[in-house]
Structure formats: structure tokens, C-alpha cells
């Protein structure tokens, strides 16, 4: 690969995991890269490394521009392995080379590691001159992980914000304009990863804007670079924390012997013949991360399930459980389910539903066995209800 130059001095020498299919249980159908930049200039600086298999690939592209044993700084904007995995092979090639961080990060460096390396901890507001240009540092706690902060070179007004703005997506090209599935793959990875933070994320961007930062382009630590109008992703990020929606109503069930799946489709024909637009998401048979980026900026989220032991049906239960750690915000839920003997699925989606921040509908709809046509009738007048519900709002 030619050498990839973001500015004047500052070039891309990361790596490209085309085969990445899983990080950690969230599915990556495009594969990934760990992104790293070199800063040439009168002092040498390397922001983040990459994931520890990928090293050579890195290195590779580092002594294709200067000798590894120049770099002065290698900067740790995170402490995740996908980009620290590398750094104890590259501190023993950079020799002389100062690893800079919040204390966080050196501490959760130390942790990993077990290696007393030369250091440097920053906060935010503190700079590093290399010549031309400057390094600022932001701290970032719990974007996405408390020892997280961004790095900044004002002269290009160039963010590097390790794993903010960035997707999971491996591609020929490094940059926004030469990749259309860019800002589809950053919806998944901010329902996924950075939906928890969203009050945070709010906070940050405000933060950015009370610094004055211009920024010309985003550099993720995953995924491709924000060239060519960064403030699209900005404005998504925004809308994402602030918790917008749109109109859209999901229908999300798993089922035994179909009585589940049969009022799930009469709901949907409610929500279709209303007017709304509905998904319809089976859990076992659509990815766990396919189902959380629609949920991102869908306004009403159903979930069915069939009762078992008393309770919920396994493979929703593990659903909600995801669902639930990732706190979305503005959405409204309900539930719906068949049982045999006796009930209790509907109520335990209820208060799965509450716990993940939603303002629920109950009860929600229940019956036993099959539905019959009275049963139908009434989920698909219920259909018709929601979609009626998010047209008015």
C-alpha cells in the first residue's frame, strides 16, 4: 500500500483486519482496522498503536517513513488492547520513546503490562510541541472507558479521538468519501459501544465546542478518516446522544412453535396499514448488533416472547440482557408473548424494558397457545395504535 498522508508530515500506519468477524459479541459483517499516525516533525510522535497480531503490518509502514528508534512520543489515547496490544513491542523499537497518557491510562498500562516505561501523564488543556506542530490533550473518561481522552493538532485542526467517530470497517480506502458504508458502520458502532455514554458523548461535544476546537478532519482509531465534511458525523453524534428518533416502530420476538411469530406478524400489518414503518426482527436469526443499530433512532420497540418455566424464553432473555446494558434513551416499549399453563413472560419484557430506560406500554399483550382471531384482531388494532401513537407525537 502507498503511504497514506493526512497532512503535511502526518500519515496513517495502521493496520487492516480484513477477517474480523466478532469484537467481543458485537458482529462485524465488514472487518476493521486499528488505525495509527505518525507525526514527523522536529520531534516524532506516534498516536496509538494496534491490535498486538497486527504489529508488523504497523511497523512495516513506520520504517517505510522514519526509524522506529527516532519516535520521542507514542501517545495512548486508550488502554483496550485493540490499539495497546502492540505498545510493549513498540517501546522496545522506539528505545528512547516517552508513553504519554492520563494517569488512568498509565495505570491500566501498568495493570496490562507489568512494565515501569518511560512516561509522560497529561490532562486537559496540557500540549506537547513537536516543532510545527502541537499535540493537545482532552480527557475522555468512560468515552468509552475511564482512562479514554482525544488527541488534538491544532495546526491541521486534526481530532484524534481514538475510539469516538470510528466504525468497524476494513476497506481499500482510509478516508469518509472513498467508503458509502461509512456512516452506516459508525450508527452500528455508537448503538453498540457508545450508546451507554450518550450523556457523556453530550457533554463532550460541548466541551470540544468551548475549546474553540476547528476541526478540518477526524482521525477514529477504527474505521476510516473524517475528511471530507467531518461535521456530518458530528451532527449524527448529536442527534444519536441527544437521543433522537425518527417514526420507526420495531417488532422484535423469538418463538417456540410460532404462536409468538404469528401476532408479531398481525401487529406489523397494524403498524403497515397505518402507515408506519416497522422492521420486523426475529433474535435468532438476525445479529444481536444488526438489532441495536435500529434500535438507535427507532421510537417504539416491541419485543415478543413465548413464557417458559415462568419466565422469559432463553434467547430473548439474552437480548434484553444486551439491550439493557446499553441504556438508549427517548424510546418507548412494549411487550407481547404467548404462554401455555401459565403466564409471566410479558411482565418479565416489561421490566426488562423499564430497566433499560424506556417508558413502557402495559400490560402489554398476552395469550395463551395460539392466538385466535379476537387475539389478532386486537394486535393488529394495537399496531395501528403505535403507529398512530408516533405520528402525533
Known sequence: MAKVSLAKGIYWVGAIDWELRDFHGYHTPRGTTY???????????????VKAPFFEEMLERIKEIVDPGKIDYIIANHVEIDHSGSLPMMVKEAGRAKVVSTQKGKEGLERYYAADWPSLVVKTGDKIELGKNSLEFIEAPMLHWPDSMFTYVGEEELLLPNDGFG?????????????????EEAARYYANILMPFSSLITRMLKKIGEMNLKIKMIAPSHGVIWRSDPSRIIEAYTKWAAGETGEKILVIYDTMWESTAIMARAILK?????????????????????????????????????????????????????LKGLKSKGKIGAAFGSYGWSGGAVQKVN???????MEVIEPGLSFRFRPDKGELDRGHEFGRELAGRVKTR
Open 167 to 183: 466504525q468497524h470497517l476494513a476497506t481499500t480506502g482510509r478516508f469518509d468519501d472513498e467508503a458509502e458504508e461509512a456512516m
Open 35 to 49: 488505525n495509527s499516525y505518525l507525526i514527523v516533525d522536529e520531534k516524532i510522535a506516534l498516536v496509538d498503536t
Open 351 to 357: 421490566e426488562e424494558l423499564k430497566a433499560a430506560g
Open 270 to 322: 397494524g403498524i403497515m396499514d397505518e402507515g408506519g414503518e416497522a422492521k420486523l426482527l426475529h433474535i435468532r436469526h438476525s445479529e444481536w448488533s444488526d438489532i441495536i443499530k435500529e434500535v438507535l433512532d427507532a421510537r417504539i420497540v416491541l419485543v415478543g416472547s413465548p413464557t417458559l418455566h415462568n419466565g422469559l424464553f432463553p434467547p430473548v432473555a439474552g437480548f434484553l440482557t444486551y
